[in-house]
């Protein structure tokens, strides 16, 4: 057999649920982003999405008070600040203006939009049972953004240690699903 064992740490690797996002929150004042790799669909109508999210991390503490964010989904041309954002923390600096992005004002939430992202959902949290135990928060999009000048988006999807994948060659395959 050519196989060899794979440490389960690394499974992860194998197993990426979808694009790199940014989540942005707000406490008071002051927004902050993430960067968030775990997420996945749950329903579609309503679109409702799982996202774990590390109780060590600030954005946590916001969600688990304010119950509501946007999930900001960049392109390739966004890779490093958005690695760079998942990088620090915003207990501490103001990721907005240390990274050059731009807020702009969501319609059913309080966290911002990030302007330069392909795409952004709002959602508010509708469940928290699961997030004492694993960190998931489900969510609901309350309303969706997307900048359709943009033309075949390439985003980027965390391979683990610093590796990403970025979305590619499309293909169109027969489907009943519509």
């Known amino acids: 057999m050519t196989k060899k064992s794979l440490p389960l740490s690394q499974v992860y690797r194998l197993i990426e649920p ?20 775990w997420h996945m669909m749950i329903d579609f109508e309503p679109p409702v999405l799982a996202c774990v999210i590390s ?15 946007v999930i900001n989904i960049p392109t390739v041309e966004l ?4 690695v760079a954002c998942g990088n620090t923390s915003g207990r501490k600096i103001d990721k907005f203006k240390k990274f050059g992005l731009t807020p702009s ?5 309080r966290a911002p939009l ?8 709002e959602c508010k949290v509708t469940d928290t049972r699961l997030v004492n135990q694993y960190n998931i928060f489900i969510v609901e999009v ?5 900048d359709r000048s943009k033309k075949d988006p390439r985003t980027i999807h965390h391979r683990g240690r ?12 027969p489907s009943r699903m519509k």
């Open 142 to 146: 309350v309303k969706a953004w997307i």
């Open 18 to 37: 979808g694009p790199v996002v940014m989540v942005t929150t707000t406490s008071g004042a002051r927004a902050n982003v993430m960067t968030l790799s």
């Open 55 to 69: 109780n060590r991390d600030y954005t946590f503490e916001i969600l688990k008070k304010t119950k509501e964010c």
């Open 79 to 82: 890779a490093r600040k958005t």
């Open 114 to 121: 990030i302007e330069e992202c392909y795409a952004n959902l």
């Open 162 to 173: 610093g590796t990403f994948a970025v979305d590619g060659e499309v293909i169109k395959l």
């Open 105 to 109: 004002s969501a319609e059913r939430v």
